[in-house]
């Protein structure tokens, strides 16, 4: 539950635009770091006062800064001016309980989403939030922890594979997106074989711990569902946009992107169809079993309860019971009573309950 | 139920536009304020008749007028014609039923909505009308009692703090919605907890209190739903909207209050879905303890009646029961008993029933 | 159910546009009268053939004809023909089981809806059609039967008192819906009250017969449903359309009917989630009682088989049973009997059965 | 659920636009009849080959082609050339398995649509799909099977009644639709009298008969959905399109039949919803009935089982047990029995189980 | 399940546009054909180099070439190369785990969607992914096996039968995508007939075996819903869109193609209804099952356990039981119990018991 409330209340109150970190501290130090690249070079190098950034971002080529961990208000709020944002932009970025979003600010645009994560102990995912402006030759990846998931994409930079270096700041901001995007199917293939062996097992037995699974991951679905289904405007918007800073070229890769986040949205909802309907099962094959329990019960009763009566009789204490004193009177009520079971169990029999 | 349906009814039959308090007295006497700020100085004052309102309305600065209590009908009336408002205006303002709505009335912008407040009594929400005018320079602002939640603008005002004594009317207006959005989100952590206290109690052990619980917060979602819902309709009217009220650098701001307006409403859908599921978990709870007592009742019933029934044919009266001479009688009969006591335990383990 | 389907089906292969009375005959005789009005006067009178009609018509200031009870179709053909409606207006004003809606036949426009009354015998609602015609400077409105809401606003112009007079015919058509609307109020808080009775009731103890009333209200929700919803499309086309009947001032009239409209609707909405979630606490307030009811049984038979049990072994015949010769047998027997029940109790008790 | 799926699988392989009847052959032969009318003269005559259609088509006045029967896919198809039809309306017509669609082919429209019926030996109605063609003054009808449903119409043009002599062809086609429209409310009239009944049956005693009928019903609903609902869309094209073959009278015309399908449409879901909430009643009638049952069980057991009990002990054969000696021990324990049967029923009177 | 996710994740981290095959490798080798035709003359031939690509490209008269079989990803790209296409369409053609899209390069447009298929072994069906392109005189087919239900159109192109030879590319990517459409029909049908097979055994006999069947039906009608619905947007985005490829007239033949599209998915939403409606019916089977389980045991135990009570009185042995001497003692008990008994069976015929 907790990572689905995340404490915005201390907000309230606070004079609009007032940079505050909303949600845990990921990272130990805030970092940032420039890879600056054009047709024929990279270069790279770590950013330490907002100074440098006002210095870096005159000049040619694309500025791709990453700025990893958010909990540091005061030094973020210093290079969001260096970089010219305006207050709402550092308040969304600070804050890591937003909704995916895209906002065109004319001089750059704002987006924000979630990364997926497996988490190594627990079953949940995680997630995190990134923010990306793009400005005119420059990209700025906010972080809240370091991770390695644009490793590949540096690394195509550095050897000038791909056409990353000539198309500029827009390719790259696609490239991140498209990284991330890709990053979902990972998740949902793992939640995908959850699924699966949930549904043998309550196939199999359905017993209440496979309910809290079901449960769990209806609630892990619908956390997911809140995550990616905005993107899916996000990128819409980004693609149909009229923004000059994105260029057609980019808009056809942008369009695949799209394509990937209906995909997750699509898988999503099959999910949660699939997880309704094992809950059907669950339940139709508790029925199934308390039929089954109280046949066991009825067929014990309606044998036993017709002898018991009948040895009864015979245990009663009458002086004239004639009975009683015939030499074949005990044979025959034993002989009496085989019968009526075996009646009994021949109605069972054709009423298939045995 | 109550607060579900305020008295409208006896409206009906009274010519339109005629004022008609709806909703409860909540406080003791009608109050209007003034706020009157410019670049440089702040005057604050208490208003006590219309005439003062029309002498004030026409100066320079922005006049922020307050009017707390709604049930003195006579005098509203009064001060909305001094406001020059529209009749149907000063019938809205009055009825504190209203559905949250943007009305453009050209000289003016009629804004209502709810405020949400934890009751300290009850666990139910609290919910007060605030109705909003922007015109030209001047901010009017109905509450239904008095409110501490728009101090920290006030004294962001008095300070000087933030840039709200620059951008004008329609950035208070903006301002004042944050803070009540802002609020939303304490409201729904409150609820948040309470929906996370319950599903451990559900889990734990299903009682008829939790279905009420579990029912009550149900409806508690509903009503929150009707108060914040029409709310993005509002903010979207007053963002996209063309009146030349509200300049373009509020819009910017009015977005922001659009996305947390949105992400309110994602909370309230995924609180709904939550506690759907857990109805669910509750009725299938349920089902499996009913299994589990027919169980024991069917292993009672299944071990003990055969036995009964043994041992009433010993306990049968027959001259000729030739077993009842034998020395080894009884204890092979005690034999026989235990070893079909254990067969129908060693069954009943082999189906996981015990 | 009745009401549900009226007989229309007599009206298959009649030529289109053939006048035919759908309904119950709701009053003795049709009866048609006249309210001429213009800022300085108001005259009264009865209409009794369709050539008055026609001479009225012509003449200064506006014409507001009421037409009651719609049974004598030939009559009312020639008053429609008086009016120049066209043969489909007449068709649709007869036939009481329209659907709400909005017509503009260009020289004058076409609304029909409901009004909902209380029934004094049954707790159903009844619902009367209502029709009206807005021509230039006149107004046709057609009743099934005698109703004293429309008194209000007669009295209204009988003593010029708002602003009715001087409004026109379109402001006079707004003041007949509103009225109509604000009445739905009034019995939404009847139903509001319907439903939170039995809510208290099913809560109490959930009978069969709360069943019957919730799936009543059920019932007639879903009528009220079919007879409002369609009225919001009918008040916007009003609104929004562009018939140079409708002056703006009224459309800002019309604006706060259909804010009441969606009021209503949301009502609606409200409670049919309210009652489905009713359906839901009673299918589990059952299984609670059904598990209360089996955990008795259970405890009786688990207790008393094993004790019964007891009592038939030493109720056996067998000449060799040493206990029953032992003079403490029978006192040991009991005690024996009263620890087991002992551990039995003790044993349901911390299963929390008792 | 044989007419759910018509086989239309043979259709695979074959080139677009080849001519092939899917659906039962509901008629001897095919028949082609001519109803040539204009303001003075109705002539009727039999067409028997393709060539008297060429020859007929270029006079002036309405030519109003019925073609009964659809099995002869040769003879249809050459009337189709004869007609200048596109090969795909051919084998649209031809395909009886067609959702309801408009299609403007320029020269002419097409409309496919469903006529519905009661059958006379099963409950459930029948559906035969009729196809409609509009030429300038050309109307040709298709039909599955002969039918008496649009001799009103034919007589109404014998005998001059009406306009339709003077609409020309598009209100022949108006009338046409009309009276298939008019002809639904018939069949939702049967519908709704069988859902009442059921209902009645329901509450009364829920059996698994009133189960099964419940569940004819709801698929009956969804075929009769799936055959109504398209015709909306189609009504409205028809309306509002622009082609120069449908005038702007009859488009008021066509507007009513718009309304009379929606009219139609809000039945069909307003009976779902209440077959939908008959489903709820019957289940939790089945609960009810349970508990019931169950309650007589544990009364039953909870009367006897103890009594039980304390007569096995008295029959108890110990040596030293002198109750049994005592003179007042027999009448005792049957007080003592009495007493403890009374105290049950008191304890099962107070918590109302009986 | 396997199916429902196919392994993307191995692509994440990739540059975009990487051709990587995704999904089952289905055929041996890549197979390269080409099929010119034009109006005087059909030829056919296998293409073993992309530079025979080059050089059929440029000639007159339509060059349809099909690739069967996906996973030489370096031949492909290839291929792909030597068509011009765009890597992200290379791409998308490897990747067989793509949703039903259109995609207009200017150039070409870019067609995707799935074929289904009955599976001989499993009753599951089978997807294939289809890719096509059109481009000016050029049509490309990729599949991922070799399949007959093309061999009919090329049939067609060799003969001339039909319209295909002169109506050009555009027409030729109409019949691929229409035999495809109408091959759903068949897979429908033999769903159908599952579904009714399903529905009669439901209704006989509620077994779990046909909740897993239901089950899997639910589940297979999820998976073939998304491999069709969105081939709804793409056949009239292709319908409606402006791209100079496709002519007037083959968009009366797709629309035909939109038709049958749009019954598919009419059916597919009938099916889930049905599906539903069908769980519906085996949850409340189970109900009445149980129902009639517990009543015969409710209707024996209260039959015998009076009967062994009484039987159990007169085997007590009290010392002064008067009834124990009477000589009628034993007859009057068992006339006794024979009336208890038969009260008891005319209570439960009146309750309709039995």
Redesign the interface.
């Known amino acids: ?1 907790a990572r ?2 995340k ?3 201390h ?7 007032t940079p505050v970190h909303i949600g845990e501290r990921k990272s130990e130090s805030m970092r940032v770091t420039l890879m600056h690249f054009n047709d024929e070079r990279v270069t790279e190098r770590d950013i330490s006062t907002p100074d440098e950034v006002r210095a870096q971002r005159e000049g040619p080529g694309v500025n791709w800064f990453t700025i990893t961990g958010l909990h540091d208000v005061e030094k973020l709020t210093a290079f969001g001016s260096a970089f010219d944002l ?1 207050p ?1 932009v550092i ?2 970025v600070l804050n890591t ?3 995916p ?1 895209f ?1 065109d ?1 004319g001089e750059y645009v704002y987006i924000v989403f979630k990364r997926l994560g497996n988490n190594t102990t627990t079953p949940d995912s995680v997630t995190e939030q990134i923010s990306l402006i793009l400005g005119r030759n420059m990209v700025i990846l906010f972080l809240e922890s370091e991770s390695e ?1 644009f490793d ?1 994409i540096k690394d ?1 930079l550095r050897s000038n ?2 056409r ?1 270096r000539k198309l500029g700041a827009d390719f790259l901001v ?2 991140l997106m ?2 991330v995007v ?2 979902y ?2 998740i ?2 793992t939640l ?2 959850r ?2 062996t949930l ?1 043998d097992s309550l ?1 199999a ?1 359905p017993t ?1 711990e496979s ?2 699974v079901l ?1 769990a991951l ?2 892990e679905m ?2 997911l569902r ?1 995550s990616v289904w905005p993107l899916r405007e996000v990128v819409s918007a980004l693609q149909r946009g009229d923004s000059p800073l994105i260029q057609n070229e980019t808009r ?2 942008l ?2 992107v799209y ?1 990937h986040t ?2 997750v949205i ?2 999503i909802e ?1 999910y949660r ?2 997880l309704s ?1 094992m ?13 089954e ?6 067929i ?3 044998v ?6 009948i ?11 004639p ?5 074949w ?2 044979p025959l ?2 002989l009496l009573m085989a019968v009526i079971a075996g009646v009994m169990l021949v109605f069972f029999r054709r009423k ?2 045995i």
Do not use: C
């Not at 009864?312 to 004239?320: D, L, S, T």
């Not at 009975?323 to 030499?327: F, H, I, N, T």
């Open positions: 539950m689905h409330v404490k915005r209340s907000k309230a109150g606070l004079p609009p635009g305006h709402l308040e969304d309980d937003q909704r979003k906002e600010y998931i590949g195509r594979r791909g990353m696609y490239a498209d990284n890709d990053n199917f990972a949902f293939e995908g074989e699924i699966e549904q196939i037995k209440s309910l809290q449960h209806k609630r619908l956390f809140k056809t890769y369009r695949d394509d209906i995909h699509d898988t099959t169809d699939m309907s809950l059907d099962i669950y339940l139709s094959s508790l029925s199934n079993r308390l039929n329990v109280i046949k066991v019960l009825t014990i009763a309606t036993f309860m017709p002898l018991t009566f040895v009864g009789i015979y245990g009663m204490n009458f002086r004239y019971m009975e009683l004193g015939w030499s009177g005990y009520v034993l298939k309950w």
